[in-house]
């Protein structure tokens, strides 16, 4: 299937690994040039690197912190001034620590606030216009599947990561008659470094293996395992592609069926 995205310009946000990585490679592999940001030089270097090895797509990256607005200015600013106009925007974030409500204070829920929604506010104002002016875009958020099912221990990403799906929905209206999408994707326990490390984790406090807990967890999802990053990196592929047009506005999760819900 031809996506249609050679030359166009992604923005994907934390891409130095796990998800965000394999977003920034999917879609260089479809053809895109690539802006990637991070906040460890190291890390994201070698990321963009290895990306570089696969694809003959252009790709330029960006050292900064999702929570600081001007550097969100220039990120937006280097990426046209280098690839010209953001078509395609991945807002993604490192996840909110855990915790339950009695233990997280007022700097825990501003932290999050301000990282899990209004990054992903800032950034789209930022590339909206160039958007607009287009009559083409692309908005893609990747949140979790706690959006649609509330994971027990994880109070902080229950509640704002439904506020970004709700501020998605409205946009997704304001912006349809101008060609823009706006979708976002929910994926379950995939297989991402912050996945392995909770595993080994919780196997230093239990006694029982890495190996084994991700087993126990692996039962509990219908698919009988967890996912590869690259099964949610394929979804955004086709939601960033002119085959998905007609597709905005939705809530997507790529969890082996985890989520217990109808909608």
């Not at 600013?77 to 690839?83: E, R």
């Not at 706690?146 to 439904?162: E, W």
């Not at 506005?249 to 909608?263: E, K, P």
């Amino acid at each position: 299937m031809d996506f249609k995205l050679q030359n166009k310009t992604a923005l994907v946000c934390a891409s130095s690994e796990g998800l965000g990585k394999a977003a920034a490679l999917e879609l260089a592999k479809e053809g895109c040039n690539i802006s990637m940001c991070a906040r460890n030089n190291e890390n994201l270097e070698k990321a963009a690197n290895e990306i570089r090895s696969h694809v003959d797509s252009t790709i330029i990256t960006s050292v900064m912190d999702l929570n600081d607005k001007n550097s969100l200015k220039e990120l937006v600013n280097k990426t046209v001034k280098d690839l010209g106009s953001i078509e395609i925007l991945v807002n993604n974030a490192g996840g909110p620590p855990p915790g339950n409500f009695d233990s997280l204070n007022d700097e825990d829920w501003e932290k999050t606030f301000n990282l899990t929604l209004m990054s992903a506010v800032a950034l789209s104002r930022l590339v909206l216009p160039d958007m607009k002016r287009s009559g083409w875009g692309r908005i893609i958020n990747i949140q979790s599947r706690s959006v649609k099912s509330p994971v027990p221990g994880l109070f902080l990403s229950n509640s704002m990561r439904l506020a970004a799906v709700g501020w998605a929905k409205a946009l997704s209206d304001e912006v349809a008659e101008y060609g823009i999408t706006v979708n976002t994707v929910c994926p379950g326990e995939t297989r991402t470094q912050r996945l392995i490390n909770i595993f080994d984790n919780q196997a230093k406090v239990s006694g029982e293996s890495s190996k084994n807990i991700e087993a126990t967890i692996s039962k509990s999802i219908p698919a009988k395992r967890i996912g590869e990053p690259e099964e949610l990196a394929a979804l955004i592929a086709f939601l960033a592609s002119e085959r998905s047009g007609f597709t905005t506005g939705t809530v997507i999760q790529v969890d082996g069926g985890a989520t217990r819900a109808f909608f």
